[in-house]
């Protein structure tokens, strides 16, 4: 028996003991990764001190007036909380206030994802002079503070007679530099070039190839930037409250009645503000799954 013959079922058995090996790797690389009792307590405090100042509101909102200036401060629920809805809702007019702010945020978010996203394919896939001195001078718009566009800006409505408006609050915003920039950063690397020039082979116009790729591949990062629109728009509080008045008010200057007065009512305060905040919370029920999936989906394909 020769020497190569002795030493091949070593070789095999050597082989096979390495390709258990490997195959024990792809098996544990396979498993699911489970969280430890750290990460749940980490997780609990980060879900508490979110929730606190919601449930603060809330328990705020469900005393009385009396209560709420005493030493320590209710810890739980009270009775009041319907009550004091109810003179919230009838004392700022919130069902108008409501009503306005679903036009203006819902307006300026549909603009604001259609724009942006077609100024970031712009600007990301497509190749014309000065883009980039363009996406650096748009860049460039978020480093001027809002406060400094007040007066111009209400002098620009006032000439256009559209005071007291709610396309006041709409215009300035129909796009956003941020939003701009964060559809350019996404597309990107989400979507190829080639899936562009296909389509451009299979004769598709440039409208067909932004219904049917871009928009498509951009599904995820649209439904997050209108998600933070949506949020931002609702809760705008300062060019508002210039433009508006309170016969016409959105929900954060309708709020903003309810501090009037000699003696403000703190439980009907916290009781506006919790009505003021829960569209944004039914928005997230209702909407977070969707979104959070879609950012998963987009993540993947990346």
């Not at 389509?199 to 995820?220: K, Q, Y």
């Amino acid at each position: 028996m020769t020497t190569s013959e002795l030493t091949l079922p070593q070789t095999q058995e050597t082989s096979g003991k390495g390709s258990r090996k490997g195959s024990r790797r792809v098996m544990g690389a396979g498993k699911q990764l489970h969280a430890g009792p750290v990460t749940y307590l980490v997780l609990a405090v980060f879900a508490l001190v979110s929730l606190a100042p919601l449930v603060w509101t809330a328990i705020a909102a469900s005393r009385t007036d009396r209560r709420l200036a005493e030493t320590p401060p209710p810890l739980w629920f009270g009775g009041n909380l319907f009550k004091n809805m109810q003179a919230a809702w009838d004392e700022a007019g919130l069902g108008t206030a409501m009503f306005n702010s679903v036009i203006v945020a819902g307006a300026i978010t549909i603009s604001t994802v259609l724009f942006s996203t077609l100024a970031g394919f712009a600007f990301a896939k497509l190749q014309f002079r000065f883009s980039s001195v363009l996406l650096l001078l748009t860049i460039g718009t978020m480093m001027i503070p809002p406060q400094l566009a007040v007066v111009p800006l209400y002098l620009w409505m006032a000439d256009l007679g559209w005071s007291n408006q709610l396309q006041t609050v709409i215009l300035p915003t129909l796009v956003t530099a941020f939003g701009t920039f964060f559809m350019r950063q996404y597309l990107v690397q989400a979507l190829p070039t080639e899936l562009i020039e296909a389509a451009r082979v299979d004769g598709a116009s440039s409208l067909r190839v932004v219904w049917h790729v871009v928009f498509p591949a951009a599904r995820p990062a649209m439904a997050v930037l209108g998600l933070l629109t949506f949020v931002f728009a609702w809760n705008d509080f300062l060019w508002p409250i210039i433009a508006l008045n309170q016969q016409n008010p959105t929900v954060q200057v309708a709020l903003n009645s309810l501090g009037t007065g000699y003696v403000p009512d703190q439980a009907v305060i916290m009781a506006g503000a919790l009505l003021g905040t829960l569209p944004l919370l039914i928005a997230f029920i209702l909407f977070g799954k969707q979104i959070v999936g879609g950012i998963m989906q987009g993540a993947i394909k990346g």
